[in-house]
């Protein structure tokens, strides 16, 4: 698998993502949001957590209700960013037609690659 810069991601803000729900079946889904996670300053005295200096970031995809998945790993496919599996959890929203999604990642900066396919 090819781990994804969360650059990457966010030069995608928007566009469709195909999602493999079974076999025979596929949903598509919008990138909606890319959220990145600042590291909080530490404190006097203490040691940094261990997984300071990791790239952290979430990914929220939004799609019809009625195609709601359960949480769980999925094979992701886009146009740009290529095929990669992807753990999603369901959340829902006030609009009745929409699920959003959301995958959060949290890993050393060195494991994302720039090439993908």
């Known amino acids: ?11 995608q ?4 993502f195909r ?3 079974a076999p ?3 949903l598509n889904v919008t ?3 890319v959220r990145m996670r600042l590291e909080k300053p530490l404190k006097p005295g203490r040691p940094p957590p261990p997984d300071a200096g990791n790239e952290k970031f979430s990914l929220i ?3 019809s209700r009625s195609d709601l998945l359960e949480q769980n790993t999925y094979p992701f496919e886009h146009q740009t960013l290529g095929r990669f599996d992807l753990f999603i959890v369901p959340v829902f929203t006030s609009n009745l037609d929409r699920i959003d999604y959301q995958a959060v990642i949290n890993r050393p900066p060195n494991r994302a690659v720039q090439t993908h396919t």
């Open 31 to 33: 990138l909606a949001d």
């Open 24 to 26: 025979g079946r596929t």
């Open 61 to 63: 995809f939004s799609g």
């Open 19 to 21: 999602i493999q729900a």
């Open 1 to 11: 698998m090819h781990e994804i810069p969360c650059s990457a991601f966010a030069s």
């Open 13 to 16: 803000l928007n566009t469709p």
